[in-house]
């Protein structure tokens, strides 16, 4: 709030901008993105499927391996295809990862054989540690 001291002119104009609407816009603009942004999916969609036994998995793995349920692999969000063969996509995101634990979160309607295989490609470039990512099964089968 701006004011003059002395006599204003009836010619005179105000050059200061008035900010108050503009922080009003700017706070509810970080407000639907504070609102909005957990709520935003990470990776790739799958169905995963469900385990009784679970753990925590932590907020931000460093490598995952995302297979879809046609078979469409992705590491760490990039496709894997004839340019970029699992093998080497694998061997780059571990080098630059601190640790050699892979995360796998597999399309629960995949089959077994398909799991194996690439399980086996996994070892092949050098990952340690596997871990799979389930939901948690919310009812119990009696």
Known sequence: MGFTVGEKKKGDVNAEPNVVPLCDVLLVLLIIFMVVTPLIQKGVDLKLPQAANTIEMPDNPEVVLYIKK?????????????????????????????????????????????????????????????????????????
């Open 70 to 142: 046609d078979g469409t692999l992705f590491v760490n969000e990039d496709q894997v295809n004839e340019r970029n063969p699992l093998q080497i996509l694998l061997e780059d995101a571990l080098m630059q990862a601190s640790d050699k634990k892979l995360y796998l979160k597999a399309d629960q309607e995949l089959e077994f054989g398909q799991i194996v295989d690439i399980i086996g490609t996994m070892k092949n470039a050098g990952v340690e540690d596997i871990g799979i990512i389930t939901d948690k099964k919310t009812e119990q089968i009696k």
